[in-house]
């Protein structure tokens, strides 16, 4: 009798856990390890592609060209764009595999958030890629501004450029929360509002407290001769 | 048969009219109303004295008027030409005015006139500005004739400046075609040419119609591919250049990017035989030279200063992307001058104009924003060089230009050195 009672409630259950407990160090947690090993040679051959087909295309001069690596600088970041890049996307693949091998535990309440960031990788991805064009295209609209000002005669005309490109980078940043869905009714309004706070007060300044300046600038832009104000030099 | 693509169908027509010519003159133009009679009557009479027994053509390439330009030119009445004829003409001159097709600007204008005298089969040919006032039958003669009887390929003309006129080309296409290229054509932006049939042709063949060139660049490139592609090039003296006030539609970095632009790029294309050049030679010069007044010219240096010293406190970023560090510093020294003490060097704008040359090839930005960034350099440079001459009279500015030109040689090699810097 003490044996049978020794027998069904100790001895059966432990072995059932320790079954199951094997069973589960056995498939799902050496699954999760292969995924996870799996995933370290699939980033690391990433990395590897990456950084060839970047320096193949010239990758570190077009940012270069763009003023990408003193933003890089600014963050920290002392290694090339291609490095960088390379390394992004090693880590973005082993970020992949990581909720892979989570999903290969099989663990319910895990599977649930899995399913949750996968759906949410993409828009972190597309998010990322906003806000590197919208850099470029704020770094491009700066230079723009900045040469056209000086070439026009316009005071202060690095303010001008930096302002249009701060214009540029906070639309960008509006546009990539709202691609996580962070916030999206708070971005939306403040966005709205700084924007129309800046076109007012522009349109007050230029129209009002200068509009003499306003008037000149205008009269130059409509004259018939002389439209740069450097006399009657004929240039070619 | 040559196609007739980008010619107006109506043209073609009237081409069936003329059938063929041997000398053929084009007249670009755009709202020209006031000033083309003018124009035409002078070539009229010119092919008249010159050429009565040649099969002459007139065509007039225009950009869509809206104040009647090419009805002036259908109707000018050439008048009595007894007072210039020997003899009556015994041929023809034909007037063909048609409106251009495709990207809006001059060079879309000559690319219609060199259509033109390949279909009629014109061995020697001009084109004229039609805003000329100081146009005489006597050019006809000068851009014709060395084409006609000498063998030449290209003229190109030769005018009785300002000293402050041209100061693009004086300070930057003159000397960078002479040095690069290795002919002295002084003045290798001019809107009134001669050229042959066959250099017409060889222009025509050139997918460059559809670029910058058709704007402000076409005068350069002409001049350029020209001397690069072996071509016979001459000038000819034509005398003083007065024309109607400049276009109001004129403006200076439109005009400084597409010219100097077409410098830069053509740079690439003919890399392997301007890097062969070592020296520069004249090139036939007709006509015969006299002094001639020229109108004066105000120029705002004070304003031109105001511009380089904006750029060299604003720009300093960009133009150390472009330039290298000894430039930018002297460059920044030359704008912490006094106003009484402006003064840009020779060799400092030539080292700026190679950089920049060489920055625009290598593509270290994109190249619309690299030649706006020069313009302020240009306008400082201008300024200086107006200090430097303002007591100086016409032999002695072309001195100063000169000295500039032989800087320009002499520093070739610093250009081949930026050229080869950045292999990728």
């Not at chain 1, 498939?27 to 051959?45: C, D, E, K, P, R």
């Not at chain 2, 053929?24 to 009479?45: E, F, M, Q």
């Not at chain 2, 003309?157 to 040095?179: E, F, Q, W």
Request: neutral net charge; charged residues 20%.
């Amino acid at each position: 009798m003490d044996s049978n009672f020794w027998q069904h409630s100790i001895l059966e259950p432990l072995r059932r856990f320790v079954d199951q407990a094997f069973g589960f160090l056995l498939n799902n947690f050496l699954a999760m390890l292969v995924v996870l090993l799996a995933g370290v040679a699939a980033a690391y051959l990433v990395r590897l592609g990456v950084t060839i087909v970047l320096r193949l295309f010239g990758f570190d001069r077009f940012c270069e060209r763009h003023g990408m690596i003193g933003a890089l600088r600014t963050a920290g970041f002392e290694r090339s764009p291609t490095v960088a890049a390379a390394r992004l996307a090693y880590w973005l693949v082993m970020f992949v595999f990581l909720i892979l091998s989570l999903a290969a535990l099989n663990v319910a309440p895990m599977n649930d958030m899995v399913s949750r960031l996968f759906v949410f990788l993409p828009q972190v991805v597309a998010a990322i890629v906003i806000l590197v064009l919208g850099y470029l295209a704020g770094t491009f609209l700066h230079r723009a501004t900045l040469l056209a000002a000086v070439n026009a005669g316009v005071p202060r005309a690095r303010a001008l450029g930096t302002a249009v490109q701060i214009l540029v980078v906070l639309f960008t940043v509006a546009v990539a929360l709202e691609q996580v869905g962070i916030g999206r009714s708070v971005v939306l309004a403040t966005f709205s509002v700084a924007f129309g706070s800046v076109g007012l007060a522009a349109a007050l300044a230029f129209g009002y407290a200068a509009r003499d300046l306003a008037r000149t600038v205008l009269e130059r832009q409509l004259a018939q001769s002389d439209r740069e104000g450097l006399g009657e030099i004929s240039h070619l | 048969m040559a196609t007739t693509e980008f010619l107006r169908p109506e043209l073609a027509r009237e081409l069936d009219r003329v059938g063929r010519a041997d000398v053929l003159v084009g007249i670009p133009s755009y709202n020209n109303a006031r000033t083309i009679g003018h124009v035409v009557k002078a070539v009229s009479a010119g092919l008249a004295k010159y050429y009565p027994d040649r099969a002459c053509v007139i065509v007039n390439s225009d950009g869509g008027s809206t104040d009647g330009t090419p009805a002036i030119v259908l109707g000018a009445e050439t008048g009595d030409h007894r007072t210039l004829l020997v003899e009556h003409r015994s041929q023809p001159v034909h007037r063909v005015a048609t409106g251009y097709l495709g990207v809006p600007g001059k060079g879309s204008a000559f690319r219609t006139i060199f259509k033109v005298a390949e279909l009629v089969d014109a061995s020697a040919c001009a084109v004229v500005d039609s805003d000329l006032r100081s146009i005489t039958p006597e050019w006809i003669e000068l851009l014709i004739e060395p084409v006609l009887r000498q063998g030449m390929d290209f003229v190109a003309p030769l005018y009785s400046r300002h000293k402050y006129d041209g100061t693009i080309t004086n300070s930057i296409v003159y000397p960078m075609t002479r040095a690069l290229y290795g002919r002295r054509v002084r003045q290798p932006i001019g809107g009134d040419f001669g050229f042959s049939g066959a250099l017409a042709k060889h222009f025509l063949a050139s997918d460059a119609w559809e670029t910058d060139v058709a704007r402000y660049g076409i005068d350069i490139w002409m001049t350029t591919r020209a001397i690069a592609d072996g071509y016979n090039v001459c000038q000819s003296y034509l005398g003083a250049k007065i024309h109607d006030t400049k276009d109001p539609g004129a403006d200076l970095t439109a005009m400084f990017t597409q010219v100097v632009g077409t410098v830069y790029e053509m740079m690439g294309g003919y890399r392997r035989i301007w890097g062969e050049v070592k020296a520069s030679t004249d090139v036939p010069t007709f006509g015969f030279r006299y002094t001639v007044g020229v109108e004066s010219v105000a120029v705002n240096v004070e304003r031109m200063i105001g511009m380089y010293r904006q750029g060299a406190a604003d720009l300093m970023p960009v133009w150390r992307q472009i330039m290298g560090e000894d430039t930018c510093r002297t460059l920044a020294e030359i704008g912490e001058r006094g106003p009484g003490e402006f003064a840009f060097p020779a060799e400092t704008w030539v080292r700026v104009v190679y950089e920049f040359a060489a920055s625009h090839h290598h593509r270290v930005m994109a190249r619309e924003h690299l030649l706006r960034a020069m313009i302020p350099l240009y306008l400082g440079r201008t300024a200086a060089f107006v200090r430097q001459t303002v007591a100086s009279g016409g032999e002695e500015v072309e001195g100063v230009i000169e000295e500039l030109c032989v800087t320009y040689e002499a520093m070739k090699p610093y250009l081949l050195e930026r050229w080869d810097q950045r292999r990728s």
